[in-house]
């Protein structure tokens, strides 16, 4: 089981999403290996996400391409004279793929972050074929958010299950009260995430999984 997960904004939780839902899945006996093709600033989000994964990859393995600057990977790339390209990615994933049978992929920042002059985070998960798991962040603007990235999703005729919906705090307000009703008008929530959650329930989990494609 492959996914890519990418984010409705940046700061929406995806790593944190990620860890959780590779941790479970391993538990589950899955062997979930969670990878991060793109990184700007800190690695500490790689370093979360190999943790959740037993270490079973070094962080270069995890992380091929590792930018200083806390922006979009083309401006960062930029500002160390450094031209990506989508190509050495595609292999890195099909070289993990072929020893690993579930692997995530984290994306950076939103859907349409900019990577080359002519490329986004979108055309690599199109190029990489994988079903697509937004993360969203329930705050106010996230319907909105939401809907914008599922119609970029489909244009590009790759499977979205449904979303992932973050509850970075708890609901103090009506958007946050009411935001996951409007969505599942919209697609399927597939999980929930809560504050301080450790682990997902094996009911939700199982939920999740059914719900995913070609398993």
Do not use: Y
């Not at 959780?20 to 391993?26: N, Y």
């Not at 790759?158 to 008008?185: E, S, V």
């Amino acid at each position: 089981m492959n996914l890519f997960l990418t984010g409705t904004d940046t700061g929406v939780g995806k790593t944190f999403t990620t860890a959780l839902l590779t941790s479970a899945l391993r538990e589950a006996g899955l062997g979930t290996i969670a990878l991060k093709p793109l990184c700007s600033g800190e690695r500490s989000d790689v370093e979360i996400l190999r943790a959740a994964s037993g270490n079973t990859l070094s962080l270069d393995e995890t992380n091929p391409i590792w930018l200083q600057a806390p922006a979009a990977p083309l401006v960062a790339a930029q500002l160390e004279n450094r031209t990506l390209s989508l190509d050495p990615l595609i292999d890195w994933f099909r070289k993990l793929s072929s020893k690993h049978s579930s692997l995530l992929v984290e994306g950076a920042g939103g859907w349409l972050v900019p990577v080359t002059d002519t490329e986004t985070l979108a055309d690599l998960a199109v190029r990489l074929g994988l079903p697509v798991i937004p993360v969203v962040a329930n705050r106010l603007g996230c319907i909105n958010h939401t809907l914008l990235t599922l119609e970029s999703i489909r244009t590009r005729s790759l499977p979205c299950p449904g979303i992932i919906l973050n509850h970075l705090t708890p609901a103090a307000d009506i958007a946050q009260r009411t935001n996951a009703q409007i969505l599942a008008r919209h697609t399927q929530i597939l999980l929930e995430i809560h504050p301080g959650q450790t682990q997902i329930p094996d009911d939700d989990l199982s939920g999740f999984l059914e719900a995913i494609p070609d398993l």
